[in-house]
């Protein structure tokens, strides 16, 4: 099990460069987007509601196909058609992109009215629905470089989109004045662009196949995934648009700025992990320890993402203010420690779902993702009228606490693993009240507040240790860990020592 800890480490802080990288290209148009000559508030609202009018749209368009490539992609009765099982994946979901686009295009200036009450944003609509036709078909080749573990290449690729994609930007809102239609026209291109320079790849990976048997399984088991990711998204996204029906789109600003912080954590941790650790957390179906290697993973997970919740906790404030100019913006940090212990509670999820993977029974996880959602909209209508994005905050949170607790309930009672809860829960309990007490420093001058900010930040671990939390092999591994790295005259050599890890079959 030590080697897959260590490859999943390897994989993990490659991508976790690459989306720390990512988000902090994101994080540099936050300012643009902020700055009253290119964008008002309400504007910065729109931007919001697009964002995630675009994420339910690519869920839609995906049709479970990343998930069902993955199950086949190590099936052990598909193993040597790999390229076969891809090729059927990547036309599906070209075919399922051309039809939305002829579907949707036709229809922008009514989704406008739908979105904004007024048909004056259709072109943007239909910029965005193009984008996201093209993102689905690059996701499956974003899947295949996770399932080949070409974590590099992955790394690179994205890299240059994104960065592609922020030039442009740049380029079309500052010189152009292009406001928002500048915005997508930008991601229109950069993933266009990025399909093209993988094409070499996508053809050296792809055998013309098809075979409507396995077509239909890979359907049948896709299918409630579909709705699985469709209602999962919303889950995510419901909070904005309940703001945008029960409150003002300033608000929606608000909670966008406060989401799009926390959701660094999420890049950049959560979903590294699940890039790094999703391919071989199935392929570890029929492996020895594969139990208490799922149980590390969310105990190591849940310890990582924490440190960082509280980080940005603590320190949401001050990059608030160096943002956001206005002080309109300010009052997003209230909301911040809320989000970010939501995000707690989606890594627990997207760890313990996998039981249910591995049983087959995606099912479950559709109904769970439903029920989940309509809670959501529910606490979300009960609590906006009264604390308006706080109240919004608190329905995401809880919402997705029920979701995970739905997830490992019946993950547990489908294939069951010996997961450290009472060692989560002292990570939540001691990391929330750490990160909420964040509030009640930020009226303090700024040195004394940077001075007990940075000291509880960095007394966190310590405080875990006073209450045991860590086994002595753990302690070990620590002490062996900072002993190696702290030496800068063999960082390279300890670099190269990575290359070498090769997972355990």
Known sequence: MLKSIKISLKDTLVYGLGNMAIKFVGLLLIPVYLDQKFFTVDDFGRIGLLEISALVLTAFLASGLPQSLTRWFWDKEHKSNQKGIFFMSLSTQVVVSLAFCVLLIPLSARLSEVIFSKPDWGRVISLVIISSAIQAVNNIINTLMRLQSKSVLYTVTNLFKLVLVLSLTLYFIISRKMGLEGIYLAQVIGNSISVLILMGYIIKNTRLFFDKTIFKSMSRYGFPLLIANISAVLLNVIDRFSLNSLALLKYVA?????????????????????????????????????????????????????????????????????????????GAVVIIPILSISIFFINMKEVTVYGLHIAKKTGIIGGIVVFSTVISLALNILLIPVWSITGSAIATLLSQFIYWYACYYFSQKAFYVP????????????????????????????LPRLIIKSGCVVSFPFILYLLNFYEPVELQSIRGFIHKWSKIRNFRSNLNSLKGITDES
């Not at 020895?288 to 980080?311: D, E, G, P, Q, T």
């Not at 009240?433 to 930020?442: K, R």
């Open 419 to 446: 997961y450290e809860m009472k060692k989560i829960g002292m990570l939540l309990i001691v990391g929330s009240a750490i990160a909420f007490s964040s509030l009640l420093i930020n009226g303090m001058h700024l």
């Open 254 to 330: 608000l909670y966008t700025l406060a989401f799009k912080i926390t959701s660094v954590l999420k890049l950049a941790i959560v979903d590294s992990i699940k890039l790094a650790l999703g391919p071989m957390m199935i392929k570890r179906i029929d492996t020895a320890n594969n139990k208490r290697f799922y149980s590390k993973v969310l105990l190591y997970s849940s310890f990582a993402l924490m440190c960082a919740i509280v980080a940005v906790s603590m320190f949401s404030y001050e990059l608030i203010k160096v943002m956001a100019g206005s002080k309109e913006f300010w």
